[in-house]
């Protein structure tokens, strides 16, 4: 049988289609803030599923079948930069809805932080994500990046450092 599972390719596939419908939403999430663009998010989710497929009979049988596929996504995304010779130039995000007057201050701050940390380079922004807005341990970042815990720390010191300068210099309060 193909995919070393034991399970009839029916029933894997079924599987498969339930993981992925319960967990699309939080990839795209998790891509989207690796990538900062909503096409390059969802290829790259979908890039991740399809490698992930091949082996299902054995990654669903894990107790975590959804690290695995983040890890697949974050090693795609690496791959992704090293090939990538131009520098991308993103732009700010319009509002989030529902917020008024009273909230404008709270969403130039976030604005200015999320245009901060997208101007990262992708592995302290891929650290970042996977840190504070996947609310992962250093453990956790270090094994799905496959690196030491102290390549994480530094690149939170340093991330941290450039997003005070970077705020300061752009005048933001509380920064």
């Not at 498969?16 to 900062?36: D, K």
Request: net charge positive; glycine share 8%; with cysteine.
């Amino acid at each position: 049988m193909r995919g070393g599972g034991s399970a009839p390719k029916a029933v894997q596939e079924d599987s498969f289609r339930e993981f992925v419908e319960a967990s699309w939403h939080r990839l795209l999430r998790t891509a989207y803030l690796l990538t900062g663009d909503h096409g390059a998010a969802e290829d790259l989710v979908q890039t991740a599923l399809m490698r992930s497929y091949k082996h299902w009979g054995r990654i669903e049988r894990d107790d975590a079948p959804e690290v695995y596929v983040r890890r697949v996504m974050v090693n795609a995304n690496i791959t992704a930069w090293r090939r990538r010779r131009v520098v991308e130039h993103f732009v700010a995000e319009p509002p989030e809805r529902g917020g008024g007057p009273d909230h404008q201050e709270a969403h130039a701050l976030r604005d200015e932080l999320w245009r901060t940390v997208r101007a990262m380079p992708p592995r302290m922004r891929t650290v970042f994500v996977l840190r504070y807005f996947e609310d992962m341990s250093e453990a956790e970042v270090a094994a799905v990046m496959g690196c030491a815990v102290g390549s994480v720390k530094s690149q939170i010191s340093r991330g941290l450092a450039k997003l005070r300068t970077e705020l300061r210099v752009e005048g933001v309060r509380g920064a």
